[in-house]
């Protein structure tokens, strides 16, 4: 169903609404408001695929840092790739989770412009994806469950990420991941920006939050490629399969954490919750397997992604 | 598997495509004409058999032009002994966008290709080896659903015979007509190089013009031993997108093979003459 206004005015027009009952000192005036707001509220709940890219990209919308406060205990941060340096964009360390000892790496995309430009907008270099596999690699060591947040429009296209192997760094986590012998969770909770964000999802369960989008390119960047017309970024988002519930259903992510209505900036507390309940769950799951089991099972999820039809060939030509 | 779902959809919407698979036999070529009439780097006027002779690099500029696959397979193993191999795939249209169809067929008749990956067993210098090779005529060479599931079986295929594999790459990275499906190419044909790391099987990777995007990102990184050809574009972000982003020109030379070669990224910079050679030495110390 196409609408004309975009979840940001309805979030406008929600907020005015909201402040102007506040300045009401008679209830029934108030009362008959209520009817308004709710009825604007509930509005948000149909959301265009473009919609969903606004609110993943959303300046309020909850950051790893916040996310750690509120599902993780003792979160101790570790720097470096002891390589070249420490990349701001992507955090790392360790962290209890209901009391089990657990490696928590994400994306840091910054609460304000200053952190926005100290965490370069969350477009990491090669030394964040450098770092990010040492952490793993040293879960490997200590048996401890990694889990992964991701938010990042993509890895930072420049002269030093080039130079230091961008595309080097991002290839040896996607094949180290693949086969690392603990169970390893993402949780998408913004954007999951290409092979940026893909360099930190390859994973045993990856779960979408309702509102988060997980494309090769964003949806500009599809209608300037492929159309030539980077002004119908909206039509793109509709046909791209970026958000949760599209992936959920091409079989490409294993669930999707519900956020409250509007996004999970409107009410973080019921957000973390929800996101608490679906990582313990998934946590449950994974914590019993055998290692075979986990890098049989994560391998095979991968193997199997893919979209083609192939011929009836004979049997000795099909291998 | 989201395969079911979706060819449930597709076989509703989609025009029924002619399609010829070629039987399997060892690929006898013509010299293509055509695709080589002019340099398409420095645009000068090129001679058919000195072209040949020089193993297909320009005799006024010295840059290597972007081979077909076929030519770079008869350029590399031994005469006759190619057996292409995984053959007969369809590539699908995830978003029903209707200039792809028209793309894909118009690159099909162009180049007689299923799609931009070729794969099979040969031999180099009597080594046995599974070789495969990226095509940059047929879509750029960029990596579908196909692509990445081909890739993933020439690995496969050099893990169950024991063999070496050799993957020329030549592509502009993800196929972005497929979306987040190229994508996953890049987690699937990477952890299937891990097989080869636990079997103790050699990937030798070797970057050609343009080798960039999502398949450097991928398996074209992973090599046990990664060469390239001299003056290829390699890297990751596409130089326009750099220069947009930083708001500065980019030096002289970045992202070439020698740049790479500079900061460490490549093994071995082997001119087209000697790649063959270069090859079945490597061979011969893994044999
Ligand atoms: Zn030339």
């Known amino acids: 169903m196409p609408k004309d206004q975009s979840i940001l005015d309805l979030e406008k027009k929600l907020d005015q609404l909201l402040k102007e009952r506040d300045s009401l000192t008679d209830e029934k005036a108030q009362g008959a408001m209520d009817g308004v707001i709710d009825a604007l509220h509930q509005s948000m709940?149909?959301?265009?695929?473009?919609?969903?890219?606004?609110?993943?990209?959303?300046?309020k919308r909850p950051h790893i840092e916040a996310v750690i406060d509120a599902l993780f205990q003792d979160f101790t941060e570790f720097h470096g790739d002891r390589f070249f340096g420490d990349d701001p964009a992507i955090m790392g360390g360790l962290a209890f989770f209901n009391g089990l000892p657990v490696t928590v790496i994400g994306h840091r995309k910054g609460s304000n412009t200053a952190e926005n430009i100290e965490t370069n907008f969350a477009m990491p270099h090669p030394e964040g994806y450098r770092k990010a596999l040492r952490l793993m690699k040293q879960a490997a060591k200590f048996k401890r469950p990694i889990m992964t947040f991701i938010d990042t429009p993509g890895a930072y296209p420049g002269i030093g990420a080039e130079e230091r192997g961008q595309a080097e760094a991002i290839a040896q986590n996607l094949k180290a991941m693949s086969h690392i012998n603990v169970p390893v969770i993402t949780v998408?909770?913004?954007?999951?920006?290409?092979?940026?964000?893909?360099?930190?999802?390859?994973?045993?369960?990856?779960?979408?939050?309702?509102?988060?989008?997980?494309?090769?390119?964003s949806p500009e960047g599809y209608a300037s490629i492929l159309w030539k017309d980077a002004s119908r970024s909206k039509e793109a988002a509709e046909v791209m399969k970026l958000t949760a519930s599209d992936l959920l259903e091409l079989r490409l992510i294993d669930g999707i954490i519900k956020e409250p209505i509007g996004g999970a900036h409107r009410d973080p507390l019921a957000f973390y919750k929800s996101l608490k309940d679906a990582l313990r769950r998934s946590l449950e799951i994974y914590l019993s397997r055998p290692d075979d089991a986990l890098i049989y099972g994560r391998y095979q999820k991968y193997r199997n992604m893919g979209f083609y039809q192939r011929f009836n060939v004979r049997p000795e030509e099909s291998k | 598997m989201s395969f079911e779902i979706l060819k449930k959809h597709l076989q509703k919407e989609r025009p029924p495509q002619k399609i010829k698979v070629a039987e399997t036999q060892p690929v006898q070529v013509e010299v293509p004409l055509g695709l080589y009439e002019d340099c398409p780097f420095c645009q000068r006027k090129l001679n058919k058999e000195t072209l040949e002779k020089n193993f297909f690099v320009c005799h006024h500029c010295e840059k290597p032009l972007r081979l077909r696959s076929i030519d770079r397979i008869n350029m590399t193993v031994d005469a006759g002994s190619f057996i292409e191999k995984g053959k007969g795939y369809i590539t699908l249209n995830p978003f029903f966008d209707k200039t792809y169809d028209d793309k894909i067929i118009e690159n099909k008749n162009k180049t007689h290709l299923e799609d931009a990956f070729i794969y099979g067993s040969a031999r180099i210098d009597a080594e046995p080896c599974v070789i495969g090779v990226l095509d940059s005529h047929f879509m750029m060479g960029s990596m579908g659903s196909v692509v990445g599931e081909k890739v993933t079986k020439a690995i496969e295929y050099a893990y169950l015979k024991k063999y070496p594999l050799i993957i020329f790459v030549a592509s502009g990275g993800a196929r972005m007509q497929e979306g987040i499906f190229s994508l996953m190419q890049m987690a699937k044909t990477s952890s299937a190089l891990y097989l080869l790391d636990q079997a103790g099987l050699l990937f030798v990777s070797v970057l050609t013009d343009p080798t960039m995007g999502g398949v450097t990102a991928s398996f074209a990184m992973l090599g046990d031993i990664i060469l390239a050809e001299p003056k290829a574009l390699i890297g990751f972000a596409g130089p326009r997108v750099i220069e947009q982003t930083i708001k500065e020109t980019l030096p002289e030379g970045f992202q070439t093979s020698e740049f790479l070669l500079k900061k460490g990224f490549v093994d071995k910079i082997v001119p087209r003459p000697e790649m063959k050679t270069v090859l079945g030495r490597i061979l011969h110390y893994h044999a």
Do not use: F, Q
């Open chain 1, 188 to 217: 998408i909770l913004g954007e999951g920006g290409s092979g940026g964000a893909l360099a930190l999802a390859v994973s045993n369960h990856v779960l979408m939050t309702e509102n988060s989008i997980y494309s090769v390119l």
């Open chain 1, 45 to 59: 709940k149909s959301l265009t695929a473009w919609d969903r890219v606004l609110l993943a990209r959303h300046p």
